[in-house]
């Protein structure tokens, strides 16, 4: 459990392509759902869907829409509760706007970049008093340094059985969330 | 690290309806992906597609295929090392039959049913030498009772920051092989 209000952001503009080229992303369906749903499970008030795109904005409010009003809502009442915590913005600026100036931005990355703090350390820090904490997750190859850069934090990369970590931003978002404030101890 | 094999399973059928029913779910082409990335990220041998319908079959491994000799293996060659883990089979005995006999079943709930296990307790025996261990995660409503029945431990439901728990099958297996194999500590 979280001592600080706590959310989360997934970016799709700007990250990187695969040669590193700063690219504006798709909107996927089931990130929509499923990031919602654990924002949800794990005690965040908001998830800012970030894209530049009018259209695309426009995309994810008729996802929540469907679910929380259209036919959907009645089907699987549950993920009206998720998806009442999306919030299409345009700009990570909007996002940062909405919790207020002194709001922390913490990054994912599935490489090493910047001086990593710990989960351990991070899962503290969220237990004591303090600012809100955004926690900015990125599509495609990865957040841009521009992003990075004004970070507060650069979380670890998530590790696994070994070396290899490509995991998908749906599984590494559930994973970050259970490390920083799920309630079952190891 | 786990001490002994570990594989996991996501069942199709038989799984339950939101009435209760005995029902066939469709095959999500993310689950393949998360589930396969996932499997690979924590050192699982093997994640077997429990499906009882021959064209689903065929579906889990055209889509196994396009990703390690298709055109997207060029793409992204990094998710032919995630999806190598994927065997389509028809039935759950299939994968127990390719584990051996001795193999420890482990279902994972969102509710709580049977005398559930924690994550910590399970954990340790991932790391004392033993049989194979497969997990096994359900599809729509959750795994039919006969798999629930047959299974050697029912771990705890996933709880985040309060009662709401209504994650989805890629953040519900992503968080339990974390928990379960995951390198860092709380």
Known sequence: MSARRLAIA???????????AIVTSALTNLDVHDLA????TYGCTDYFVVHPIDAQRELAKRIV???????????IP????????????????????????DVELWVTAARDIGTPVSFAEARARLATA???????????????PEI???????????RGAGAWNHLSVRAACAIALDRLVGASSR
């Open 78 to 101: 549950d993920r009206k509760d998720a998806l009442a915590v999306v919030r299409p913005v345009s700009r990570l600026a909007d996002a940062i706007a909405a919790l207020g100036a």
């Open 148 to 158: 990075v850069e004004r970070a507060t934090i650069v979380l670890e990369p998530i």
């Open 130 to 144: 303090g600012p809100p904490v955004l926690i900015v997750f990125g599509t495609g190859w990865g957040l841009a």
């Open 37 to 40: 749903r654990s924002a949800r």
């Open 10 to 20: 997934l970016v799709h503009h700007p990250v990187l392509d695969k040669q590193g």
């Open 65 to 75: 829409d469907h679910w929380t009003d259209g036919s959907s809502a009645k089907r």
